[in-house]
């Protein structure tokens, strides 16, 4: 019998970007991400597979291929939640949600910058390999969204 190591199965990495909030929030739409996101070869919108919500195709640098569906977004309250609804490897666990929030910064030494968090939550078959990785990737991820919004001032 093998024994499992006890593993938290939701993350959250944050990173408070100094570009105001109008300008990272233009940065978020699954479709676009690979403007900002260097892992990323191509985004698009795959057409015909929902009339309800967005479905957008990632294409990863590495070869990897993603449906991601778009399950929640607020233009009000700045967040975006999306799904993995297939992948290419298939992924080793059964299912993730991750959720983008991106606030102003009203005050203080970081006023006028964007308080962005990205949070991840797994099925309960996603080992702590797994879960280590999606916390090393949404880093970089949140690096390069700061790269492109600082840019694009």
Known sequence: MT???PTSTSITESSVIAAPLAQ???LI???DFHH???KLDKSHHIKGVS??????????KDGTEQEVKQEEHSSIDHFITYSVISSTPALTY?????????????????QGSTFVQWSAHFSSDADAG???D????????????????????
């Open 130 to 132: 797994v879960i280590e």
């Open 94 to 110: 059964s299912s993730i949600i991750s959720t983008i929030r991106c606030y102003a910064v009203t005050t203080g030494p970081s």
């Open 36 to 38: 900002f996101w260097t």
């Open 134 to 153: 999606a916390k090393f990737k949404r880093k970089e991820a949140l690096a390069d969204l700061a790269h492109a919004a600082v840019g694009n001032k």
């Open 51 to 60: 009339h309800e919500t967005d479905v957008v195709k990632w294409t990863f």
């Open 29 to 31: 739409k699954l479709q």
């Open 24 to 26: 990272v929030w233009h």
């Open 3 to 5: 024994s499992r190591i």
